[in-house]
């Protein structure tokens, strides 16, 4: 059996040790600990196959996105920045592997389709990948090299017609991925897309940096009906702090009618956030915080404030554990989750208290592992970065079941 240090915590295999040429300390050294593993009886419920790594853990990771299936409110997936995607069947109360078919691991994005359910679709540093059984398996989606894809949106009219913001370009396929075309729409530094179902509408935001005396410089808001064909300015709508900010402001629709838009973003020393009834002629100023995400039933929560009526009156959020990335609200207003640094965030009563869910999300980057030669009967040490586990994370991670990662050798 053989112990190592991978991207997604320690794994073990049944591998020889001597099977392959190998130097001789890395020879000697994965030897001891398959001996520590053996001696200390750690080998026995691992159930490590034949040239397939089981992981030990610890759990936990950095998370890159969360995405709640639209369809099924106890479906969640979440993004890892070098891990792959895991899925939750409980509502984020455990998590598994769930990247059978991705040849990258680092996720910069995930999107549903809600019209085909268990539709799910992956934005890697390396490419697109698509899952039609709620994230079993994968499948890679034609996509010109050279870019990184980023940020994608499914137009709301036509299911086959993909909107993928990269590195460089706006890239759209009309036929699920089997031909893209690059539109020079976009040309600023930074920027994301966004579908509105209830306009038919997809929304494409972006920001110049350019210097103080740039014309051209800060926040566009661009729109487009006819699938990237004609795209509509709609800058001149935006409320006017927004016009200044130095990054994107988060546009979020809200799920339910009459699809109401939202705005949240950073300028200057505070946030701002507002508020559309009418597709966005109009704003209305409101309180909150980033990070921002809207559901239905009137939640929305703006980092440590929240609303339950739209926006009408607010009242004080529950803390978090950890410093979170962006907000999702599921189908059930009830359910709340955001990325985090260990682990996804999970609240279960519209974010009035938080929790770090990670149970089967063994998603910690270890750089090295060792075995203690005083205490090699009862300790394995590992680091993450420059920081060594802690016991309690290992203790914690030898207490759950094993699963067999879906990596071959």
């Not at 009834?277 to 239905?296: C, S, Y």
């Not at 990670?358 to 750089?367: C, P, S, V």
Request: glycine share 12%; proline share 8%; hydrophobic share 40%.
């Amino acid at each position: 059996m053989r112990i190592e240090a991978q991207p997604g915590g320690i794994h073990t295999s049944r591998e020889r040790c001597f099977q392959r040429p190998a130097p001789v300390y890395r020879t000697l050294l994965s030897c001891a600990v398959a001996v520590w593993a053996l001696a200390s009886g750690l080998a026995a419920p691992l159930v490590a196959g034949t040239n397939w790594w089981t992981s030990l853990g610890p759990n936990g990771g950095l998370v890159s996105v969360v995405l709640p299936d639209p369809t099924d409110p106890q479906v969640v997936y979440a993004g890892t920045y070098d891990s792959g995607v895991y899925k939750s069947a409980d509502a984020g109360a455990s998590w598994q592997l769930a990247s059978s078919g991705l040849l990258d691991v680092y996720i910069s994005d995930l999107t549903a389709d809600p019209r085909h359910p268990g539709s799910v679709y992956a934005a890697t540093f390396s490419g697109l990948y698509v899952s039609r059984d709620f994230a079993a398996t994968w499948s890679a989606v034609p996509f010109p090299g050279g870019d990184r894809p980023l940020n994608l949106a499914i137009d709301p009219r036509h299911p086959d017609t993909l909107y993928m913001m990269t590195s460089f370009d706006l890239m759209i396929t009309r036929d699920g991925g089997k031909h893209w075309s690059a539109n020079s729409i976009a040309r600023r530094q930074s920027a994301y897309l966004v579908a509105d179902p209830f306009r038919s509408s997809v929304f494409l935001l972006e920001v110049d940096y350019g210097g103080d005396d740039d014309p051209g410089r800060g926040v566009a808001w661009l729109e487009t009906t006819d699938g990237g064909t004609t795209w509509t300015d709609r800058t001149a709508l935006l409320p006017e702090p927004v016009r200044g900010a130095f990054y994107p402001p988060l546009l979020a629709v809200e799920p339910s009618p009459p699809g109401r838009l939202w705005l949240a973003f950073a300028y200057g020393f505070g946030t701002h956030v507002f508020s559309s009834a009418d597709g966005g002629a109009t704003w209305q100023a409101k309180l909150g915080n980033l990070p921002f995400a809207v559901g239905t039933g009137g939640l929305v929560v703006a980092g440590d404030v929240r609303s339950l009526d739209g926006g009408e009156t607010w009242e004080s959020a529950g803390s978090y554990p950890e410093h979170p990335g962006s907000l999702a609200i599921g189908p059930d207003p009830s359910r709340v989750y955001a990325a985090g640094l260990t682990g996804v965030l999970v609240s279960g009563d519209g974010a009035q208290s938080w929790q770090v869910a990670k149970r089967g999300l063994t998603a910690t980057k270890i750089q090295a592992a060792a075995v203690d030669p005083a205490e090699s009967r009862q300790s394995l040490h590992g680091r993450r970065g420059h920081r060594p586990l802690e016991e309690s994370q290992w203790r914690e991670a030898l207490a759950q079941p094993r699963a067999r990662s879906q990596g071959r050798l």
